[in-house]
């Protein structure tokens, strides 16, 4: 909670002037029967018209106070609400920008997309449950009962013991019904994700011929589920009943007990009216009590879990590192680097120890899961090494300040992604100074000079989220442009970034690679060896463990692994499927 | 559309409404009688809660000062007070627990209903309909029908005999007071309907704005490992700012409005308490010794104002989920509607065990009529032959597989199994001799043994393992955190695709079928892995009847016959060698992948 009040701080007057209101507006709630009784006690039996009238007034006057007060209330407390979600919603989206690629796999993507969305919502309405009904309520029980000790001390008793009854039975049950909700929702759950897989393996379903076992486990599920939610069911069926039981219990005390005292005088009728009332509304107070108990339990469930995110660590540290001499001249230097994953017990590439000159090509390979990427990540500093250290230009990464060796590196991802915009906003990322003129060199270069040509509207042609307008090979040509857009760069690195791209698309792409403007260091990562057997070397990863550094026709000759995937792509394929 | 036609429109969506409402009836068949119950239960309860105050005003009219207070009458009253509050608590209970009974007893059965309708559900349905959009209808749609439909009734029916008697018993008592009720009730529902109508337009704003926000989220957030590389964090930081603020200026107002109806009712509700209040007063007092109306009564009415307008918004409330409730049963309706693929024919013969023989007589199909796929395709495979079917993506290849598995069926002529035209075979008995991998590999959420075993469930541990080691897949196995027990999360759950297609491979070869169909089986296995597993394949192929589906064409060029597809055609058919030899498309799409690379 700590993290999280001082985004309501600025809404502070709001969040005392909307109880504050919504307490007066109780308060006139709970003189009406007053009035009333006066009423009764004075103005009938006097035969006084007039009073009847001036009290008459009263009520209205209290009805007008009252919804006065309450809208005032309902305002600021919106008001507080939307604001205090407002700004939670910025720091977090401020938070998350700042966390480093570790920090985003250990909290998961769509983990973080529901704390922006729905948790932060779930809190938006706490925080205005909370203003408007969690003091009223209360305030509305406890001030009936104080009322009835004002009317009459000797019938009070009632509320006493009926008021502690009810908040027993309303909280009994409620708190027994949680848990068990929460199990009727995860055997819901079950008969979803049943369902689901039912229907994506549908063919393998019944090539295996396995309907009549997929029905079984069906309704094993379905059955499981409807016999917790009758039993659940059988537990909240008493709530109404028995309370409602309660309220008329306490209304028949009130009435004995008030015929007796009416008979010897020390009480009148309309106090016994007004005791009857206040126990009515003290049951409407508390069932809407426990409503908001609910809320705002699901508004502190989701609020430890933004502030969870909010107490993770920000972005990574720099490191006062002097440069190293040794590695002076060279573009890119591996250290016997390694790295191994937040939560992974073995690392994903280890002993990692080569250097790269400034504008060499390197190409890497190696089968899926050989750790091709980790290796150029460690260049821009996406990860940390865990072992050894990566030089970039002479000097450590982590002692580079923030921005300015991303500066150096241009990434062309694996997963080609765009944003929502046009073509021209997506290839700005690369450098927000581009002219129009460098934006079509990178497009020329990059193969996607025709189709954005085509285009209407070429630069200005929308993109749709996440890029979903145009194809896959588009899409890696467009993500290759942004990056070469990136002059500042004299690193660039192509992580498996043609694998949607035709074969005579990725052969122009090569050639164009070769005479890039500027001669940066190229890292070359594919599973192909067509695409980088022209580097000028190439690595051969295994299982994280470099196996191979040299050219072409150096690890044809001399890696049998190179050999291997080589002819696996190149000679005949025999007998496999 | 014109006038006419939203009329005929409207018509039509009224007598499909109706053909629900009675679909529904009948659907609640066997629980008619409960029905009955619960509705009596809910009459009884609400009459019950209606003569308490009654009650409770005799009570008062019985104390009305020293020496006027008949205590004899108010222990009477007061015991009449508590049997009716103990009868409507009990037919309270009685009722919530039928209409438990009854809602949850009917999500079963439809759900059990739905599912039992899927698995016969011809592909072709499947195909055409998205697997989020089935799940919402069998688990949503279930849900918010039987809520809506028995809740939203039971609601309806208790608040309209809740209105109806606090009239009956107002008018009855003193209809002067009860029409200062009548009178300005309304005013409470004009000014609900009003703030309604209003806050819909904000809502639908704030929802609007809210998605557009949760786009931006979901795109940013979700690849934020780009928005990171290119240094993009403070210029996602001003876009998001940027929508963030219009979404709290519209948030705001529809939050404060939405939040004035309550008070606004209760404003209502209080000025008709303080009209009921001074009428009856007034009333009173006596005139000319005769008082017309007593405390008591005014105790009573006081009550009946302070419930009246509740029932009216509640009424209101159920209408829009009636309705909604009538969609969402529509929805459920058109699945359960759809046709099943029809049986076996009762003449089908039981294929025990395949001799490898595949033939296919002028086979056409399409998947719809307006765009033909397949024409007048003729195929003789004999006992052993590998049969190869290439093309771009796109062509048409997974339909031969889908006709060969009876997922569909051909429009016209035919395929025969073992010389046995397979719409004369079962189902059942057809598929048990065709084994499957395909590219879009599935796995079922359970242990890695038991996704193995799909095909033999008596498997002993030695065959499975012996199977895993064939599919190369053993070895990751074993790194699993239980190995073979370890229990997959739904679609395979952390396993690399190339993981999951080892695992599918495995399964066919723990108990190999007289023929086999691989659409792409390897297609996500790296080129050295598949070099690795060609033994164990072409030792799985050795003797069966075999279809391949590939895009590498390295992989098929053995085949005995290779059918080249393109556009839901075959254009070519023969041996690769004859295929080369033709210079044609398969020339073509073969040269194109050894093209020099520069």
């Known amino acids: ?577 | 559309m014109s006038r006419q036609k939203q009329k005929k429109q409207n018509q039509k969506n009224r007598r499909g409404q109706a053909a629900t409402v009675r679909r529904v009836l009948r659907l609640l068949g066997s629980y008619r009688p409960l029905l009955v119950l619960s509705l009596f239960c809910a009459a009884v309860a609400s009459l019950l809660n209606l003569a308490i105050p009654l009650l409770v005003g005799n009570a008062i009219d019985r104390m009305l000062g020293p020496g006027a207070t008949d205590l004899p009458g108010v222990l009477r009253i007061a015991l009449a007070i508590g049997g009716c509050a103990l009868a409507a608590a009990l037919a309270q209970w009685l009722m919530n627990v039928l209409n438990n009974r009854m809602t949850f007893g009917l999500v079963y059965r439809l759900r059990r209903e739905a599912f039992g309708h899927l698995q016969q559900l011809p592909l072709s349905y499947l195909d055409s309909h998205s697997v989020g959009d089935v799940v919402s209808r069998m688990m949503t749609d279930v849900d918010q029908f039987t809520d809506g439909l028995l809740l939203g009734f039971n609601q309806f029916f208790t608040g309209l005999l809740t209105i109806i008697g606090t009239l009956v018993i107002m008018l009855t008592i003193k209809p002067e007071i009860a029409l200062v009720v009548i009178l300005i009730t309304p005013l409470s529902l004009f000014a609900a309907s009003f703030i309604a109508r209003r806050t819909y337009a904000m809502f639908r704003r704030q929802s609007e704005t809210r998605a557009e926000q949760t786009a931006m989220v979901d795109e940013y957030i979700g690849n934020h490992k780009v928005v990171a590389a290119f240094g993009q964090e403070d210029e996602a930081q001003a876009r998001f700012d940027e929508i963030n603020n219009r979404l709290t200026r519209c948030s705001l107002r529809a939050t404060f409005y939405s939040s004035i109806t309550n008070p606004v009712t209760r404003f209502v509700n209080n000025l008709v308490y303080a009209g009921v209040a001074v009428t009856g007063a007034l009333l009173c007092i006596p005139v000319g010794g005769v008082s017309s109306f007593t405390v008591g009564r005014l105790t009573s009415f006081l009550s009946y104002a302070n419930q009246y307008t509740k029932p009216f918004n509640e009424i209101s409330g159920v209408l829009a989920e009636l309705q909604n409730a009538l969609a969402c049963a529509a929805r459920l309706f058109e699945i359960l509607d759809e046709p099943t693929v029809p049986p076996d024919a009762p003449d089908a013969r039981v294929l025990e065990k395949a001799d490898g023989n595949v033939a296919l007589r002028n086979v056409a199909f399409s998947y719809s009529p307006d765009r033909e796929l397949i024409r007048d395709l003729n195929l003789t495979v004999r006992p052993g032959q590998r049969v190869a079917i290439v093309g771009p993506t796109g062509c048409g290849k997974t339909t031969v597989i889908n006709l060969l598995m009876r997922f569909y069926d051909v429009n016209s002529g035919l395929i025969a199994v073992s010389g046995t035209d397979i719409r004369g075979i079962t189902r059942d008995s057809l598929r048990a001799n065709w084994g499957m991998v395909l590219q879009e590999t599935w796995l079922r959420a359970a242990t890695v043994r038991e996704n193995l075993c799909m095909g033999k469930p008596d498997a002993t541990d030695e065959e499975i393992v012996a199977a895993a080691k064939a599919a190369h897949a053993h070895s990751f196995i074993c790194q699993l955190p239980k190995g073979y027990d370890t229990v997959l999360g739904e679609g395979g759950g952390a396993l690399s695709q190339g993981q999951k297609q080892l695992l599918c491979i495995a399964r066919v070869m723990l108990c190999p079928p007289p023929m086999l169909i691989l659409d792409e089986a390897t297609s996500s296995i790296d080129t050295r892995m598949e070099l690795k597993i060609q033994n164990a394949f072409a030792k799985l192929m050795q003797g069966r009847t075999c279809f391949l589906v590939a895009h590498r064409l390295s992989t098929i060029e053995s085949a005995d016959v290779i059918l080249v597809m393109r556009d839901g055609k075959i254009v070519e058919q023969g041996s690769h060698a004859e295929l080369l030899a033709r210079q044609g498309f398969y020339c073509h799409l073969y040269n194109s992948q050894f093209d020099p690379a520069d």
Request: charged content about 20%.
């Open chain 1, 1 to 577: 909670m700590k993290k999280l009040l001082p985004f309501l701080k600025p809404y502070t007057k709001e969040s005392i002037i909307s109880p504050l209101f919504k307490l007066f507006e109780a308060g006139f709630d709970l003189l009406v029967p007053i009035v009333v009784k006066r009423m009764m006690d004075e103005g009938i039996p006097a035969g006084d018209r007039a009073q009847i009238w001036r009290l008459c007034g009263v009520l209205a006057l209290f009805a007008l106070a009252g919804i006065a007060c309450s809208l005032t209330a309902q305002y600021f407390a919106a008001r507080a609400a939307v604001g205090f979600g407002a700004g939670l919603r910025s720091a977090l989206f401020r938070q998350i920008q700042g966390f480093s690629y570790e920090q985003t796999d250990k909290a998961g993507t769509s983990t973080l997309i529901t704390r922006m969305t729905a948790d932060i919502n779930q809190m938006q309405t706490g925080v205005n449950m909370t203003l408007r009904l969690l003091l009223r309520s209360p305030i509305i029980v406890f001030g009936a009962m104080i009322l009835a000790f004002t009317v009459n001390a000797s019938c009070a008793w009632v509320f006493v013991v009926v008021i502690p009854l009810l908040a027993a039975v309303v909280f009994g049950i409620m708190l027994a019904g949680i848990p068990l909700y929460r199990r009727v929702q995860q055997n819901l759950d079950r008969v979803t994700s049943i369902t689901r897989e039912n229907l994506n393996g549908v063919r393998v379903i019944r090539a295996f011929r396995k309907e009549r076992e997929e029905t079984d486990r069906f309704e094993q599920a379905n059955a499981a589920h409807n016999r917790i939610q009758n039993h659940v069911g059988r537990i909240s069926a008493l709530l109404n009943p028995v309370t409602m039981l309660i309220v008329n219990g306490g209304l028949i005390a009130l009435l004995l007990s008030g015929a007796v005292r009416v008979e010897g005088g020390s009480m009148t009728t309309g106090d016994v009216f007004a005791l009857t009332n206040y126990m009515s509304q003290i049951l409407v107070e508390l069932v809407k009590f426990a409503d908001v108990i609910i809320t705002v339990n699901k508004a502190l469930a989701c609020a430890s879990r933004v502030e969870s995110v909010l107490d993770m660590p920000v972005g990574m540290e720099v490191l006062d590192i002097p440069a190293d001499p040794s590695a002076a001249g060279s573009a890119v230097c591996f250290r016997d680097a390694g790295l191994t994953y937040a939560g992974n017990a073995a690392p994903s590439v280890s002993g990692i120890d080569f250097t790269v000159r400034p504008g060499e090509t390197v190409g890497i390979i190696g089968s899926t899961g050989s750790g091709k990427t980790s290796v150029v990540n460690l260049i821009p500093r996406f990860y940390d090494a865990t072992e050894g250290a990566v030089l970039v230009n002479g000097r450590d990464v982590r002692s580079y300040p923030p921005g300015e060796l991303r500066d150096r590196v241009a990434v062309v991802p694996q997963k080609a992604v765009l944003f929502r915009g046009t073509v021209r906003s997506n290839l700005l990322w690369g450098n927000g100074n581009a002219t129009d003129e460098e934006l079509w060199q990178a497009l020329e270069l990059a193969q996607a000079k025709d189709f954005i040509q085509q285009k209407p509207g070429g630069l200005d042609a929308p993109v749709s989220q996440n890029g979903r307008n145009f194809s896959g090979g588009q899409r890696q040509r467009l993500c290759i442009a942004r990056a070469l857009v990136r002059s500042s760069a004299d690193i660039l690195i192509l992580d498996d970034s043609s694998s949607a791209l035709d074969y005579a698309t990725d052969a122009a792409l090569r050639a164009a690679l070769r005479h890039l403007p500027g001669k940066p260091t190229v890292f070359l990562i594919s599973q192909r060896t067509a695409s980088i057997q022209h580097a000028d070397r190439i690595l051969v990863l295994e299982e994280g463990r470099p196996v191979g550094l040299g050219s072409h026709a150096e690890l044809l000759e001399g890696c049998p692994v190179y050999r291997e995937i080589y002819e696996s792509q190149f000679r005949k394929g025999g007998e496999s499927a």
